[in-house]
């Protein structure tokens, strides 16, 4: 079974700034991609950023320029830099991970999820 454990979480003034990792434990093959998505107020979930184990990075328009996404391979540890936040960025941020079994089966986890308020 896959934990993926969040932190970092907070209440930040607009145009500052919060680290939020990931933590990913369990007995997997390999973390093929690892990322954030986040949930706000009445919305839907979307994505915020996913990075794979080769390094291809893919963000949502709103966080480019802004978010950066690094993970730690060794450690299976996804970070989210966010810099110059919004009042918009606020919700709930969720770890998410597409994981290999030792069998091959392919499947996704999410975690329990942080939250992140961002004031005007």
């Known amino acids: 079974q896959v934990q993926l454990v969040e932190s970092g979480g907070g209440l930040v003034q607009a145009g500052g700034s919060l680290r939020l990792s990931c933590a990913a434990s369990?007995?997997?093959?390999?973390?093929?991609?690892m990322g954030w998505y986040r949930q706000a107020p009445g919305k839907q979930r979307e994505l915020v950023a996913t990075l794979s184990n080769s390094g291809t990075s893919n963000y949502a328009d709103s966080a480019k320029g802004r978010f950066t996404i690094s993970r730690d391979n060794a450690k299976n540890i996804v970070y989210l830099q966010m810099n110059s936040l919004k009042p918009e960025d606020t919700g709930v941020y969720y770890c998410?991970?597409?994981?290999?079994?030792?069998?091959?089966?392919?499947?996704?986890?999410w975690g329990q999820g942080t939250q992140v308020t961002v004031s005007s």
């Open positions: 998410y991970a597409n994981a290999k079994s030792r069998t091959g089966v392919l499947r996704s986890y």
């Open positions: 369990g007995s997997i093959f390999s973390y093929n991609v």
